[in-house]
């Protein structure tokens, strides 16, 4: 019953684009290609195409999955932690460091380099992350133009860390600079509920 579930599980639209998107990381857009995912993923050609009518298709389909799969938790989790803007945030950076969906935002930005469409839906996906840090900043009382410019050195900090390559390797290390970068962007901000 368990390969049964497993099969009908990569039989699903997300799947594919999953798969897709974790191709892109490792090799690049010009390798998402219907055959090795196929391969990847242990299912036939024949499969993709109940999903996707073509390879533009499925590429046109990897932006929107890649903003409600790697940002959507992210801001799901802001907005359904309890407590004030403080904890908000602490609970976004401990997901960031257990989750790590960042991963693919290279990937997708080397491709929004070549790609307007993708470019636009980077550049959506980054004003959506910023947003909910300003709020957070705001509403732990930092004027409009301080909550956005904390936002922005909060984001900055993380996309950084995946474009240099210096994103740690373990939970542990990633909580330790979480609680580093929470302390340095807060500690004259006051816990407000």
């Known amino acids: 019953m368990a390969a049964k579930a497993k099969r009908e599980q990569v039989h699903d639209r997300d799947s594919w684009l ?8 490792e090799r690049g857009v010009d390798h998402v290609k219907v055959e090795p995912l196929a391969e990847r993923l242990g299912v036939t050609k024949g499969s993709f195409y109940w ?28 907005s359904r932690s309890r407590g004030g803007p403080l904890d908000k945030m602490r609970a976004v950076l401990e997901f960031l460091a257990h989750e790590d969906p960042d991963r ?6 080397a491709w929004a380099q070549f790609d307007a469409e993708v470019a636009a839906a980077v550049a959506k996906v980054d004003e959506r992350r910023m947003a909910t840090a300003r709020v957070l900043f705001a509403e732990a009382g930092l004027s409009a133009a301080d909550a956005a ?25 990633r909580l330790a600079r979480a609680e580093q970068r929470m302390r340095l962007l807060t500690s004259d901000l006051t816990a407000k509920p």
Do not use: C
């Open 104 to 109: 693919y935002d290279n990937a997708m930005r």
């Open 18 to 25: 999953a798969e897709a998107l974790e191709l892109m990381r």
């Open 51 to 78: 999903h996707f009518k073509n390879r533009d298709d499925l590429l046109h389909s990897i932006p929107e999955f890649w903003a409600r799969s790697q940002t959507d938790p992210v801001l799901d989790t802001a």
């Open 149 to 173: 410019f904390r936002a922005r050195l909060w984001y900055f900090y993380d996309v950084g860390e995946h474009v240099t390559g210096d994103t740690p390797p373990t939970v542990e290390e």
